[in-house]
């Protein structure tokens, strides 16, 4: 496999929503100006090398790493450059900086952008749920959001979407944080560490870190898949530059990532492997829990197709945090036309 997929290169928490909109905004006024988007070409095999951009290696994104071990990428002439960026502000300013093509993690960067002037489009999403889940080692199951209350929960820090979906949950069962509940924010990647190290009663973390914990007697006791129903928890972003210059690039990606959404849920076994893959420091019966969790939640993208529903989960939850205004309409940051596209030419 020539798709190369980087580990993180370093977490930069200073990244705050205002202080990211007023440099990686204004980086993109310039860099849209560039003529560096274009088509660039593989040496390798003729395929086109894609600099693309993920919030954090995690398997929510397994239709992509399933994507990438099958060869769709490749048979549809894309060669994957793939890095994580340690965060979803840093993912999206890779590419309002010009050193991705295309991003994936929380697309309320791209509505964030756009109300502050700046660029970003939606071209499909790649987890159609929260792929969040309550862990720990001395809780039982939480039947009532209420029942937070009192608690130390550990989880990324703001502005990352579990810190977002920890902080609407609180204070919509009327609990104000700091006060009737805490939330610890720690490096994303490292909640389970922290939660079992005994800095919290509970952390709010993803997979495939929730099956390790489980394997070391922790267990899930609240499930946000299906708390919040149909969400937009993370979307492909891309510049409208990109799409002008080169649409071709855009809906080979786009397709891939469609094809690679139905391969993940036709074939869960292939699934596994490759997560085996992707996370080989982790117990092979870890992974497949992972799998197994995420498949039955729904969590990853049945459809690269982005849906109403799913967006305006997403919106009402970050405008009730006051991340965003919701002030631009679905139809104006959300493109369909290029998943609506890749659903026509697979049937």
């Known amino acids: 496999m020539t798709d190369q997929v980087r580990r993180p290169h370093g977490i930069n928490h200073s990244f705050t929503r205002r202080g990211f909109l007023a440099t990686s905004v204004a980086a993109a006024g310039s860099f849209a100006a560039s003529s560096l988007i274009g088509a660039r070409v593989s040496l390798a095999a003729g395929l086109k090398t894609v600099r693309f951009s993920e919030a954090v290696h995690n398997l929510g994104y397994i239709n992509l790493y399933v994507g990438m071990h099958a060869g769709i990428f490749k048979k549809n002439g894309l060669d994957m450059q793939v890095s994580a960026a340690g965060g979803d502000t840093q993912t999206f300013a890779a590419v309002l900086g010009g050193s991705a093509d295309f991003a994936i993690g929380d697309a309320t960067m791209a509505q964030i952008s756009r109300e502050n002037g700046g660029p970003g489009v939606v071209v499909g999403t790649v987890v159609q749920r929260a792929h969040y889940f309550g862990v720990s080692k001395t809780l039982q199951p939480i039947t009532d959001p209420a029942q ?8 990324s820090p703001e502005p990352n979407t579990n810190y977002s979906v920890a902080k609407r949950l609180l204070e919509k069962a009327g609990l104000k944080v700091g006060v009737d509940a805490t939330i ?9 560490a ?20 489980e394997a070391q007697g922790a267990k899930v006791v609240f499930d946000f898949s299906t708390y919040i129903g149909p969400f937009c ?5 891309v510049l409208p530059t990109t799409i002008q210059k080169d649409p071709e690039m855009v809906q080979a990606l786009v397709t891939s990532f469609e094809e690679a959404s139905r391969k993940t849920y036709a074939d869960p076994a292939f699934s596994k492997e490759v997560a085996r893959k992707e996370f080989p ?3 092979g019966e870890v992974v497949d829990k992972a799998i197994d969790a995420e498949l039955k939640y729904l969590i990853p993208a049945q459809s690269v197709v982005t849906k109403t529903d799913q967006w305006k989960n997403l919106m009402d939850m970050q405008i009730y945090l006051g991340n965003a205004k919701g002030s631009i309409p679905f139809e104006q940051i959300i493109d369909n036309s290029f998943a609506d596209k890749a659903v026509a030419s697979l049937k």
């Open 184 to 192: 610890v924010p720690v490096n994303p990647g490292t909640e389970i």
């Open 148 to 155: 937070f209350k009192g608690l130390k929960i550990v989880t």
């Open 194 to 213: 922290a939660m079992l190290a005994g800095q919290a009663d509970i952390a709010i973390a993803y997979q495939p870190s929730v099956a390790a914990a």
């Open 281 to 283: 420091d982790l117990p």
């Open 233 to 237: 928890n993370t979307g492909i972003m």
